[in-house]
């Protein structure tokens, strides 16, 4: 941290600031120079923000030096970590692709996407019960009952699924049908459900927030692993910016950016970022070779009649060019795609 | 609504979605022109939204021509409401001044913020007792213990109280002592926690999200009061963009907008948006010259000690200027300042 | 400006730093702290910039603490400018109104304007003979037969005139017609365009870029001062953000940080940062206890059939209001409204 | 272009829309809906907006349904265009990397950084005689000394070369060495300059600006366009958004929404957009993963004492697996790599 004094700031001043620190336990190097003093601080950065250093007479700036999150930084973690759901891993190593339904509607509906998932690369299973609507009036997603159709789905097909939470009186119930847990782009700030999955026991996936830096994205996550969860992946799902040719601008500089920055894997989505079917295809290329640690794409057996993002999510003719994409490109960047897991038989019962 | 036909479409692809609508119990007018055809639709929109239009044969866009909320709409409600806070009102007669400590810390810095408020003209204290921050290692808020500090204030000052709420099962607690409830920027599309409030029986301030539109603001205003609650009071404070010289871009327009879409009262915050004391003073100009129906600002006894957003609190030399401005600029747009209601002496025990 | 080591550098690396610095002139603190090392630099900020300090091995970030531009800065000029137009004062204790049409279309157009202007308060006559369209489609302008125009008009009524230039070519001819020269949002970073107005020995009105930061504007201003002419108005205009619901952005606190980190005069143009006619008036009084010098206002006898930006113009039921509210709030804010002056009679012959 | 009417408009008020369209010669069609009428039109768009329609009585909007371009629109020209310069083809079938200093300092630094383009796989040579600085204080660039050393160099390596020009009375000058000139960021909109190169017979790389979109970013190219010049390269380079982790934010989606609205070529330049190092590599691989004509990225041999935008350079260690990246990548997105036209001998004197 350096606070930096105003041109007119006396040396006075810049012996209070310092005394300041220091009676605080921390340590101040004054630099006094031709037109400006600054002060260099070492010590509890976070303590020294209850001294509201801004404040005091003669200080022009106040620079952090150093990032505010720690247990998800890379500074002290160098090697990227791999999460692994149910036993599929995504990290640095493998290319994972997510896919399914933006909303649970039935248990068929649900089933055909699984298996277009699978057909399209898939080793995770997505689907929404609770689905945060920007109308009230918008479908709100089947609850509990599209929880079960999820687990069901699961059972046949062997996907683990990811599913989301937007509630944190809700994360227990959720926990105990999902594999892994869906933090929303809306809620990348909503703190008391950040630390509900901070405290549930299941890898969580960490939607940006569409107006959230990458920093205030990995801030988030800290506040997740602060209740001893770090198993968690970020998901860059675009930002919300001036052009309105897509719905939202896909971030993909972020991608290279937060692994630098962090340890934890970074996914893409592709879906919602575009917010158009024909671009998820361009944008799942440009997200692999930039080198995210998977994908995550909206597919629908019969998107005309989707209840929610239709328009985005991919037909049955996009999905062998998903695949192919997926397992093609994957070896330019040195990662293999991870293969679906096989179906446990004996926990599979016909499907209802 | 409109269904805009791709220039290519054939007059079967017009008719299918002319027959869909039909089907859906709605209207379809196509009007073929020289280079392309289109289609008006009325009906239930809400319903046509399942038809999934965008996705149908030769369709080239569907814009939609009337507003998706209802209940908060101006259109069917011509007059401005006005909302009661304990008796304070907040409308288009009145310039309302809400002001206090951004967190609760202690009684007698609350007591003494609460004064300070007063003496700036204010008719409402504000103050927070559950902080959403940023950082999982920054000061988190008082909780309960904030709330009975904020509650022994009111009786001590006789001015109502308006705090923040983030988690939907703390809205019951915060509830019975609040006489209106806060739902933050980070919270805009908090679903279930607007779902709550709209339960919740008391006043709601609806603030901006940081990247929220005026349209998507009014959907949020919409999920309260379709729970039955318009008394809602919404709270510009503030958006994101590239500029950095403040911490938001304080949308001054949004102010006349919003009110000519709705009928509910809009307010500004000039502490959030400029996050500089020394803009607090220009920007609450700003607002009540705009026409804003209110303004609500952060008082600090001891910004320097400040557990949060102290650079920007306003101090005791500031707030006679303040008032004075809010005293003589409201006439000037028609509006009388709201006085502060007097303390009810029985109910005023001794402030520990 | 400070230079900060990364937290793996070695001391080799940080008295390579420091070495560059003092061979170039200027002189290099080193403060080791605990976990980082930083270095204060002063001397000749611009040459440190060819030292390329950020590619040196070890090196984290470099911070410039000091602005970058000098002429236009308040640092050393404390004194808030008064720029002459002709005569008409815009600065720290009047307000100044500058309205007329957007683009100059006939005689009788622009006179009709000209006396609209006026009746609203104004002391200066705009009007745009060079139009820069995003369309090629779209009306350009009447170029020098505009300036004649303008030229007549303001004979006629003795206003003077301001007046857009886009191509450096044009600037003699323009600034042999026009009292006040004006450089377009588009071309705010237009280098030869600035360049060429600050030889051009007229005023300047500089519009703010629609994505330009307050630093950027005031380096813009920066190009023009340092060719000698530092009769600069600084005009915001509105920044392009998320919001669609205004054409831009109207960022008011930008009157209040332009105005303390320049002596230059800042007026607000409510008419192109709204887009929208409705919303000219509450923007003019917000701009005006903001505590902008001056404002920039369209008016149009008929919108209806303008040539460009009908919707956002004034008509004659608004002026009388405008006048008002320039009027009554400036001396709220300390000011006088700049009264307009008197033709000069011997000047004005018959208007053809 | 559809006109949506009031819910409170009358009959008339259709019929007046209606009869001002057909009395400009175009046709209206009347839709009367159960809450709206809307007035579908067609005929010539461009002559409708002197229309004014959006001031009409009982209009509500006026929603345009068709892109205001013509000749760069995609819509009468539906096979993607290959531009060539000097003979090197830049279009749907190749992949084109232009590399080079971001300016001219010396005949050595430009020949060594054109033989580092040709190691990345470059076919052409850029670098910037003309540099548009934000500063007054900052190199300006070389300017017509700067030419000379591009031509020397191009003799000596063969490279056709690419440069910026930023005034209209430049332009002659520049296209007088140079093969393709570069619109930069800043001058998107600087109309009279896109007409100059329109009317220069050089083929014309046109950057996005920085806060443009899509839709404008097009019209500029119309601008040229319309000179007679269809010899344009559209180039990505990262727009403005609130994200400050990149110096810019580049907008991959951009690539293939500008290809599906244009005939014209797009590449991307991921060393501005990034504005680091460490990021042009990643954001290459996603450029040519997502469909792009090809890639312009800076490389120097001393970027530690470049005089511009040094620390986004190449160096010696990146060329081989950029070069490496562009052939491996091209066929999965069924390109091939351009390849480096022969130097001619006879043209090649020993470079001074």
Known sequence: MVVVMAADATDEDADNVAGLVRAAGGE??????????????????????????????????????????????????????????AGVPIGPDTLTVIAGPCAVETPEQ??????????????????????????????????????????????ETGLPIVTEVV???????????????????????????LQAVGGAGKPVMLKRGMSATVEEWLMAAEYIAQRGNLDIVLCERGIRTFEKATRNTLDISAVPVAQRLSHLPVIVDPSHSGGRRDLVLPLSRAAIAVGADGIIVDVHPHPETALCDGPQALIESDLRELASVALHLSPLVGRTLTPAPAPVPSMSPALA
Chains 1, 2, 3, 4 share one sequence.
Do not use: W
């Not at 689907?127 to 599209?146: C, I, N, T, V």
């Not at 892994?180 to 703190?191: I, K």
């Open 28 to 85: 101040a190097f004054v630099s006094r120079g031709v037109s400006r003093t600054i002060i260099g601080l070492s010590g509890d950065i976070d303590h020294f923000a209850t001294l509201n250093l801004p404040a005091q007479p003669g200080v022009c700036d106040v620079v952090r030096i150093s990032v505010p999150y720690k247990l998800v930084s890379r500074e002290h973690h160098r090697e990227r970590s791999v999460i692994r759901v």
């Open 110 to 155: 649900t089933l055909r996407s699984a298996l277009m998932a699978k057909a399209a690369g898939a080793s995770l299973l997505r689907g929404g019960a609770y689905k945060p609507r920007s109308s009230p009036y918008a479908f709100q997603g089947l609850g509990e009952k599209g929880l079960r159709i999820l687990a069901d789905v699961r059972d």
């Open 167 to 193: 509630d944190p009186a809700d994360v227990d119930l959720v926990a105990a049908y999902a594999d892994m847990l869906q933090v929303g782009t809306r809620n990348m700030q909503n703190f008391p459900l």
